[in-house]
């Protein structure tokens, strides 16, 4: 095999320098190139100085070749740039290594969570969730359950009213849950009735730390042969245990509320000052935060939904979901909740 000739080896360099110029990935793998191949110290100036040193009839043939082949590696070089630097180049179309664009997480309501948790407790204990209407007739959010229309209770639920005074059937925004006792009673002509009726009330009131104009409440009815107070107040321990743990103190006292006798009403100790700062947002100084009202069915209406109330006897209950998720998160303005404000809702 014949010695490899001076313009053989340019051959050879011009070849391995366009090769090495298409592993190329980016502008610094181009530098390092440019350097290597055409810089001062690079391999097409060092055959061009060593001219010299070839035989006389060849230096002229040589040098032509060398110069040719640093034009074409110069415009392969300046290709290769454009390419590079508008992103055609295949590794740049794609760079798996950068960082992605983050998506924002959803995540369940925290009067959800908490609606979900009070819930899941009262399945435990044997009740049913069942729902009702938000738009209700007055004779279901205030007659049925025994407040006329001029009896003072009513000044406890001003009302979003949805047609004229005078109609037949006057229409509002329920303003509690406990219509749905008597909807429930009316569809069920026999006991046992264990349910709970979760769902958005609606008051017309001024709003504060502790009262929104809309609010979740839950709902609870029993209704059998044999149910006393006991059984109330038993039921209402063991929600309360499980929801917020054998520390808080839970006080029950004696209320009023027309479709129940007797009425009490639950409160929790306050979470912000314990009943320390006198004009506490929570419990202005009274130590306690009213959580649900309830009490023993009324044996009037027992009797209304055909039921005989010398056999029935049944407790019920309203609880307000945002107060209770206040406890739990220990938020002190309810009106945070439904504010939207991404910064509040993102803590949950
Ligand atoms: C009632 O709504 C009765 N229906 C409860 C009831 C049911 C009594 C069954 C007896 C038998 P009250 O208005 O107190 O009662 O409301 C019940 C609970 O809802 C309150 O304890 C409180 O936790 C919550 N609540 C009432 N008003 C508001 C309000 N404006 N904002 C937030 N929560 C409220």
């Not at 950068?98 to 009070?118: E, Y």
């Not at 007055?138 to 209770?153: E, V």
């Not at 609870?220 to 109330?232: F, M, P, S, V, W």
């Amino acid at each position: 095999m014949s010695e490899a000739t001076p313009l053989d080896m340019i051959k050879t360099s011009l070849d391995q320098a366009k090769q090495r110029l298409e592993l190329a990935q980016d502008s610094d793998d181009l530098e390092a190139w440019r350097l290597e191949v055409l810089g001062r110290q690079g391999s097409v100036t060092a055959m061009m100085r060593g001219i010299g040193e070839l035989p006389p009839e060849i230096r002229k043939e040589f040098g032509k070749q060398v110069n040719l082949a640093r034009k074409q590696l110069e415009s392969a070089y300046e290709d290769a740039t454009a390419n590079i630097n508008t992103g055609n180049h295949s590794s740049d179309a794609l760079d798996a290594t950068l960082p992605g664009t983050p998506t924002l997480r959803g995540g369940l309501h925290p009067i959800t969570v908490v609606r979900r948790q009070i819930l899941d407790v009262f399945t435990r204990l044997g009740f049913t969730t069942v729902e009702g209407p938000e738009v209700e007739q007055d004779s279901y959010n205030f007659g049925k359950l025994r407040i006329p229309a001029d009896h003072p209770a009513r000044d406890m639920w001003d009302t979003f009213w949805l047609n004229e005074q005078n109609s037949d059937e006057k229409l509002l925004l329920r303003t509690h849950t406990s219509p749905m006792q008597i909807r429930y009673m009316e569809d069920h002509p026999t006991p046992p009735i264990r349910i709970a009726v979760p769902g958005r009330c609606y008051r017309y009131e001024a709003t504060d730390a502790t009262h929104e104009w809309m609010l979740e409440q839950v709902e609870l009815l029993a209704i059998d042969k044999g149910i006393t107070l006991a059984n109330l107040k038993g039921t209402l321990q063991e929600w309360a245990r499980q929801m917020f743990g054998a520390k808080r103190k839970i006080m029950m006292r004696h209320s009023y509320f027309p479709f129940v006798e007797p009425g009490v009403e639950v409160a929790i100790d306050c979470f912000k000052c314990d009943g320390s700062e006198r004009d506490c947002g929570i419990c202005r100084g009274s130590g306690w935060l009213e959580l649900l009202g309830a009490g023993m069915v009324h044996p009037d209406i027992i009797r209304d939904a055909g039921y005989d109330p010398t056999i029935y006897t049944g407790f019920a209950a309203g609880m307000g979901v945002e107060r209770i998720a206040m406890v739990l998160q220990g938020v002190t303005d309810i009106r945070h909740y439904h504010s939207n404000r991404f910064s509040f809702l993102s803590q949950f």
